[in-house]
């Protein structure tokens, strides 16, 4: 009998244990929840379609999270999609995380701060201009009526230095990166596939795009950084990886930022560095398939052809 109560309780402590792993400030917040929330939130389910209350709610404001009350989507981002559950074409910068699903099938959707099951994503379905669409469970959501988050204090830096899985490992674990994202930029195909990039002349490179805190960080840090973290000296190639699509390059926006990687160069050159990095304008930026994001966090594995080394 004393073997029987300790299983029970052990299968009903097992979700916030797991939970308790990837969110433990939050462990509070998720005993309180109810047996239905619980459900979607912690054991990853899904609502009733057009049960939710935010469904088909149009009014100004912010949706947070039901459990830590992070800010995730702004309802200047919501849409009407008719699937059943609330639509939302973009999420506030940094605030909800990616990952494969249990059956690796769907992208699943989790607050970026605590953990907790948010829905899942989907691309290409042309719904929107955005091409994407974060179909979110009411359940784990909170609504702010008529509040709104400033997102412009964040800007974007776009780097190409081989395969995007290493360069993304290691730009993200800068202080005062809020996102990186792996895509392609620089090519001639519009919203091209991993496939078409490696298989035909898109003209795209392999590029990151880094959402970033210039009150934290500096351009010039994260392009310093980024010449220390790839091999800056190799051409159409990093390391094993060979081909056009893993040229070096960084993509600018402006004179400035222009002005800030030629310098910078010029210092690498000045140690005796053949430098191959273009310098090039940048162009629109189209995101890689969801498996590309987050690859070497979601698989457990460590970059095999990136490495720091100190040129500064």
Same mark, same amino acid.
């Given at each position: 009998m004393i073997l029987k109560l300790i299983y029970s309780a052990l299968l009903l402590l097992f979700p916030l244990w797991v939970y308790g792993e990837i969110a433990k400030p939050w462990t509070q917040a998720l005993v309180k929840l109810s047996p239905e929330e619980k459900y979607v939130i912690i054991d990853k389910g899904t609502e009733r379609p057009f049960s939710g209350k935010y469904v088909n709610t149009d009014n100004q404001g912010v949706y947070r999270c039901k459990v830590c009350n992070a800010p995730l989507y702004q309802s200047t981002d919501k849409f009407k999609s008719d699937c059943g559950w609330p639509s939302f074409d973009d999420a506030i910068p940094g605030a909800v995380k990616q990952q494969k699903d249990a059956d690796g099938r769907r992208t699943e959707i989790?607050?970026?701060?605590c953990g907790a099951h948010l829905g899942h994503v989907f691309e290409g379905e042309g719904l929107t201009a955005k091409n994407r669409r974060y179909c979110v469970n009411s359940i784990s959501l909170n609504f702010d009526? =008529?509040?709104t988050i400033a997102t412009s204090q964040y800007r974007h830096a776009y780097f190409a230095g081989g395969c995007f899985w290493g360069v993304e490992y290691y730009l993200e674990? @800068? #202080?005062g990166v809020k996102e990186v994202t792996s895509g392609f930029m620089g090519g001639s195909v519009? +919203?091209?596939s991993y496939r078409q990039v490696i298989s035909s #002349? !898109? =003209? +795209? @490179?392999? !590029?990151?795009?880094v959402l970033y805190d210039p009150d934290k960080i500096s351009y010039e840090t994260l392009a310093k950084t980024f010449f220390e973290i790839h091999d800056p000296t190799q051409k159409d190639r990093q390391g094993p990886d060979i081909g056009k699509q893993y040229r070096s390059a960084i993509f600018v926006a402006n004179d400035k930022e222009k002005k800030t990687v030629e310098r910078l160069i010029l210092t690498l050159k000045s140690k005796g560095y053949k430098v191959a990095t273009k310098v090039l304008p940048e162009k629109p930026f189209y995101k890689a398939e969801a498996y590309h994001q987050d690859y070497y966090e979601q698989n457990g594995k460590q970059p095999y052809c990136h490495t720091y080394i100190k040129r500064f």
């Open positions: 989790l607050c970026n701060r009526k =008529g509040k674990k @800068l #202080d519009e +919203h091209p #002349d !898109t =003209g +795209h @490179l392999e !590029t990151v795009e």
